[in-house]
């Protein structure tokens, strides 16, 4: 079992920047994939990013390639998303996920088996 909660988001004008936590416990983190995605509303829920157990490794979705970085670190088991230069449609509820049976990052969603609660980030125009 993993449990995750993320933390970070909020309000803010476009071209700022935020930065998300999220905290892992129960199974050794340093042992699975995280991903970072985000849903708006009326939308699927999408990929925004993940890194590899490691760290040594990551992947981006197209719209935020050089503008989020996702890191982590495995001795505070915590997964970040630093997101800069914000544009109004990356307003979304963002979450964290775990993928424990995973040995590589993966951007398709139904490889991660557990999800944080969500927090919400809104840009304003």
């Known amino acids: 079992q993993v449990q995750l909660v993320e933390s970070g988001g909020g309000l803010v004008q476009a071209g700022g920047s935020l930065g998300l936590s999220c905290a892992a416990s129960g199974r050794t983190f340093r042992s699975y994939p995280m991903g970072w995605f985000r849903q708006a509303p009326g939308k699927e829920r999408e990929f925004v990013a993940a890194?590899?157990?490691?760290?040594?490794?990551?992947d981006y979705a197209d719209s935020v390639k050089g503008r989020f970085t996702i890191s982590r670190d495995n001795a505070k088991n915590t997964v970040y998303l630093q997101m800069n230069s914000l544009k109004p449609e990356d307003t979304a509820v963002y979450y964290c996920?775990?993928?424990?049976?995973?040995?590589?990052?993966?951007?398709?969603?139904?490889?991660?088996?557990?999800w944080g609660q969500g927090t919400q980030v809104t840009v304003s125009s």
């Open positions: 996920a775990a993928d424990i049976d995973g040995s590589y990052y993966s951007s398709r969603k139904s490889e991660y088996e557990y």
């Open positions: 890194i590899s157990w490691s760290g040594g490794r990551s």
